[in-house]
């Protein structure tokens, strides 16, 4: 069964760059009925996509972050990893990485598997 | 691109049914058969319950079910039982691949 694992820092200071990376495991970022996602959640508030790269490293973005991210996966270490910067207060969250699939669909359109979450407080 | 719209709260006694509605526009849930909905405990990650409007992922109780009408998809709760206490989330494909979720609706067992 496919199992996702974030890591990274979990104090990021303003105007600095958001760093986090997915481990993958029981299976490989390579296979070809996934795309791999980014999902936050502020706290007390609804989820929000980031973004989603496939192995190729193709990706797709929210435009609501398009202009301060950059998702890209690592087949070598079988990770996928997230870059937002710029960061202000507003970008709080618990960060998720999800395994994003494809359906009848040239494109992926759910979330099936996800970490159990990593939260980033930006604060000086 | 704005969040899909959840009622806040819903309840119901054991064994009620309930139902959660989630409406969109014509660019996403009015457009696409790729709405998927979530269910989130306090403090643990989304779990997928259903997927494409109504399918059901293996493991996924019968009593959950998925509709859609238009502007508008549901997930029905049929025979709630204590443990569907929760926070759930639709999201909906919305075009250029863009991904929308819902604002979250919190289900109460009474």
């Known amino acids: 069964q496919l199992q996702l694992q974030e890591s990274g820092p979990g104090l990021v200071k303003p105007s600095e760059t958001l760093s986090l990376t997915c481990t993958v495991s029981?299976?490989?970022?390579?296979?070809?009925?996934?795309?791999w996602a980014w999902v936050r959640q502020p706290p007390g508030k609804a989820l929000e996509w980031i973004g989603s790269v496939y192995y190729s490293g193709n990706t797709f973005y929210n435009p609501s972050v398009r202009s301060r991210v950059a998702i890209s996966a690592d087949t070598s270490s079988n990770q996928f990893s997230l870059r937002l910067n710029s960061v202000t207060a507003a970008d709080t969250a618990v960060y998720y990485c999800?395994?994003?699939?494809?359906?009848?669909?040239?494109?992926?359109?759910?979330?099936?598997?996800w970490g159990q979450g990593a939260l980033v407080t930006v604060s000086s | 691109q704005a969040a899909l719209t959840q009622p806040r709260s819903v309840s119901g006694s054991p064994g009620q049914s309930v139902s959660i509605s989630c409406t969109g526009t014509?660019?996403?849930?009015?457009?696409?058969?790729?709405v998927s909905w979530y269910q989130q405990s306090p403090g643990k990650a989304p779990k997928l319950l259903i997927y494409?409007?109504?399918k059901r992922p293996s493991g996924v109780p019968g009593r959950f079910s998925g509709s859609k009408s238009g502007y508008t998809a549901s997930l029905t709760i049929s025979g709630l039982q204590n443990e569907d206490e929760a926070d759930y989330y639709c999201c909906s494909y919305a075009g250029s691949n863009s991904y929308v979720f819902g604002t979250g609706t919190k289900v109460t067992v009474l």
């Open positions: 029981g299976d490989s970022v390579t296979n070809d009925n996934y795309y």
């Open positions: 999800a395994s994003h699939r494809f359906s009848t669909s040239w494109y992926p359109v759910y979330f099936d598997y």
């Open positions: 014509r660019n996403d849930v009015g457009m696409y058969m790729y």
């Open positions: 494409d409007v109504s």
